[in-house]
């Protein structure tokens, strides 16, 4: 499980690297300029990343407590796990830039 945890967590920051350095999304972004937020901001990027590799790797953090509502309940079980994930990664990633990027004060 924690594993499991573990390699959804890197395949979605993998993920959300991958698509902010990807070259279609300058020119989505000049069409869109709500997408250009949306493709600059970790956080928000990371929720529907997250998402969507919680979809497809089937991991759920809300698992062990009885779903009332049914099928439903499921997809937000998943947003949720996405959403909490991805702040937790946002909060790693800060405190790795913190404690290794190199500041040049001109």
């Known amino acids: 499980m924690v594993i499991d945890y573990f390699v959804y967590a890197l395949v979605g920051k993998l993920l959300i690297y991958l698509i902010q350095q990807f070259p279609l999304t300058d ?22 990343v997250y998402w969507a590799v919680a979809v497809i790797f089937r991991q759920n953090l809300f698992s062990s407590i009885p779903s009332p509502f049914g099928a439903t309940w499921y997809m937000i079980e998943y947003f949720m796990t996405g959403a909490i994930t991805s702040f937790i990664m ?16 001109k």
């Open 27 to 48: 020119k989505i972004s000049a069409k869109h300029p709500t997408l250009e937020k949306l493709f600059a901001c970790d956080l928000c990027l990371g929720v529907w």
């Open 90 to 105: 946002h909060l790693i990633t800060l405190g790795w830039n913190s404690k290794f990027q190199i500041y040049e004060v």
